[in-house]
Nanobody, 124 residues
Framework: QVDLVDSGGGSVQAGGSLRLACTAS????????VGWWRQVPGKMREFVAS???????KYADSVKGRFRIYRDSAKRTVYLQMNNLKAEDTAMYYC??????????????????WGEGSRVTVSS
């Protein structure tokens, strides 16, 4: 059992920045990747970014060049740095981890633990 704690959400004006953090309660026995998904009411949850245990990353086209995912293993934390935020980035952001596999296995249905979410609101 691993608890993932999302933090760092908030409200910002368009063009601003926020950094989300996803901290594990302990170093998981099995870990393939950590990813971020986001969801707005009435819509499906969508992929944002992921990072595997080798440090390889993947981004949704909508956030490429603006968001960066990275990790601090000593702190058991994965960060999502979000720059040049847009109104359409407004959503609840969730982090999750997979039990194994690399980036190809970092898909929503394969994730075994999820954080409770951080709300991001971007005003235009």
């Amino acid at each position: 059992q691993v608890d993932l704690v999302d933090s760092g959400g908030g409200s910002v004006q368009a063009g601003g920045s926020l950094r989300l953090a996803c901290t594990a309660s302990r170093y998981p026995a099995t870990f393939g990747c950590v990813g971020w998904w986001r969801q707005v009411p009435g819509k499906m949850r969508e992929f944002v970014a992921s990072i595997d245990r080798k440090g390889a990353t993947k981004y949704a086209d909508s956030v490429k060049g603006r968001f960066r995912i990275y990790r601090d293993s000593a702190k058991r934390t994965v960060y999502l740095q979000m720059n040049n935020l847009k109104a359409e980035d407004t959503a609840m952001y969730y982090c999750a981890k997979s039990p194994g596999g690399g980036l190809p296995a970092c898909v929503e249905r394969m994730m075994d633990f999820w954080g409770e979410g951080s709300r991001v609101t971007v005003s235009s």
